[in-house]
């Protein structure tokens, strides 16, 4: 199984700041990379796919980067709305796995 | 409008089973695998099951170790988890998902609905 790892566990962030996610796979899923936002209450929603496609819909201020073992989600600018629960997936391998979460929280 | 809607959830003793209905509208289901993840309360995600458009191909997370059985009635435009030999552990809110045509990440998302395992 595919463990995937994301730090930090809680990040504190101002509204306009530039916040970087990382996420870590224990061996190589390519660009089968998903992340996804979950706001208390909601089910997730899709903000990237392949690494670094946005979903229909997200805001240009959401990008995913990286290959491999290596992957990053950046917020250019957060918003008000943006506070949330941030997962990434894997779905190169079966069985697909999901990192533990970042809570991007207000500082 | 897409929409996917869970039920099905409840309270069931230790033992016992469940079964989780998914109903789909406003896309084309037959084309699409679907998903079933589970969050734990106050926990993150965690993914349980997938079938393929025709369902002929099944894929289960390792720990359910056969006790859960994913299907789908294309016709019917529905997704089911018959879920046996509940433990205290399956508590959780139960999440049915499209993935993306061609590749398994999860583009679509229901509402959810909550099973609880309790004596």
């Known amino acids: 199984e595919i463990v995937m790892t994301q730090s930090p566990a809680t990040l504190s962030v101002s509204p306009g700041e530039r916040v970087t996610l990382s996420c870590r796979a224990s061996q190589s899923v390519s660009s089968n990379l998903a992340w996804y936002q979950q706001k208390p209450g909601q089910a997730p929603s899709l903000l990237i796919y392949?690494?670094?496609t946005r979903a229909t819909s997200i805001p240009a201020r959401f990008s995913g980067s990286g290959s491999r073992t290596e992957f990053t989600l950046t917020i250019s600018s957060l918003q008000s709305e943006d506070f949330a629960v941030y997962y990434c997936q894997q779905y190169n391998n079966w069985p697909l796995t999901f990192g533990g979460g970042t809570k991007v929280e207000i500082k | 409008q897409v929409h996917l809607v869970e039920s099905g959830g409840g309270l069931v003793k230790p033992g016992g089973s469940l079964r989780l209905s998914c109903a789909a509208s406003g896309f084309s289901f037959g084309d699409y695998y679907m998903d079933w993840i589970r969050q734990a309360p106050g926990k993150g995600l965690e993914w349980v099951s997938s079938?393929?458009?025709?369902?002929?191909?099944?894929n289960y997370a390792d720990s359910l170790k056969g006790r859960f059985t994913v299907s789908r009635d294309n016709a019917k435009n529905s997704l089911f988890l018959q879920m046996n030999s509940l433990r205290a552990e399956d508590t959780a809110v139960y999440y049915c998902?499209?993935?993306?045509?061609?590749?398994?990440?999860?583009?679509?998302w229901g509402q959810g609905t909550v099973v609880t395992v309790s004596s």
């Open positions: 392949g690494a670094s």
């Open positions: 998902a499209r993935a993306g045509l061609g590749h398994n990440s999860f583009h679509l």
């Open positions: 079938i393929s458009n025709s369902g002929g191909s099944l």
